[in-house]
């Protein structure tokens, strides 16, 4: 089928959406609730468009295309609406960007701009106070929650809902009065999927004292340390320490999903107390060595002891942390160059 999108002719799917298509295509329409991953949750009425032969602007992220529709993504018509949406997400939304965690990377910030709000706030014609109520408590310690700074998009209840399938968050209330609840915190599993998709500063990380802004900071891509699944992760890196995990939902082999392991469990890597170089004993002390000396030392002791007392006095533990192929040569090397079958693993972190 063949669908018109601001003069262009595009070539459609059956069960595509005009905001899925229009993004294919290369045609920006805003949005601040949308998440491929979930179903259209169409709370903030910023992706409206005009569809011919239609009455009532549609919302582009729920509303399937048919062959031969016509759509116009740019108008007066839907610029007036899509800034009336705007403001009704900035009329509760406290102006505390400077001391806010998410200045700098805050989905509503960039539509203040990208829509040519700017100058309205600047004029101070939209009376929005500082927010000067502290964060409550959430489902998790791992995560701040300031309800006034919530636009009520619904990202983190319907992720957690439909995503990770755990329901632990409901909206209580209606409209301007709405309010995202933390309704059963044991089903919680602090995994940060609601963190992660919360385009404000409602919800915040509060694992790391350290906090910096987008351009204080460099991301570095790793793997996961924590099991063999190999999920790859960013460490959010500044003053030479990590302050922040985040992730790119387009890599596989997690797509953006992190376990509490993943998202939370970073502060290791800053600990004084971390090992960074091998120890061997010597006496009663630890000594540093580099890993060849270790590794030989390590060899020589092995040969040593199925010399003396034969392969069956050597045991191998396996660790959850290595990938399957990993545990698979660890395996081999105990029973063909050991010499035993005394191989387990610790099933578990």
Known sequence: M?????????????GQTILELARSAGISIPTLCYLEKVDPIGSCGLCVIEVEGEQDLLPAC?????DGMVVTTRSERIETARLNALKVLLEKHPLDCPVCDKAGECRLQDLVYELGYERRIADRTVGIPMLKKPPVSYSTPA?????????????????CSEYVGQGVLVVEGENGDGRIE??????????????AVCPVGALTENVSDLKARPWQKRTVRTVCPYCGVGCVLELNVAQN????????????????????KGRFGF????????????????DD???EASWDEALDFVADKLR???????????????????????NYVFQKFMRAVIGTNNVDHCARL
Do not use: M, W
Request: charged residues 25%; aromatic residues 6%; glycine residues 6%.
């Open 241 to 260: 320490r990590v302050i922040k995990v985040t992730v790119d939902e387009s890599v596989p082999p997690n797509y953006g999903t992190l376990c509490v």
């Open 267 to 282: 502060e290791f890597v800053n600990s004084s107390e971390r090992l960074t170089k091998p120890l061997i004993r010597k």
């Open 143 to 159: 995560i701040k929650y300031y309800p006034g700074r919530c636009v009520l998009c619904r990202r983190c209840v319907t992720v």
């Open 62 to 66: 729920s509303t399937v295309v048919r």
């Open 304 to 326: 040593q002891i199925v010399a003396e007392h034969g392969p069956d006095a050597v045991a191998g533990l396996a660790s959850a942390k290595c990938t399957n192929e990993d």
């Open 2 to 14: 063949v669908v018109t999108i601001d003069g262009k002719q595009i070539e459609a799917r059956e």
């Open 182 to 195: 933390v309704a059963y915190p044991e089903k919680c599993i602090s995994c940060g999927e609601c963190l």
């Open 285 to 287: 002390d630890f000594v």
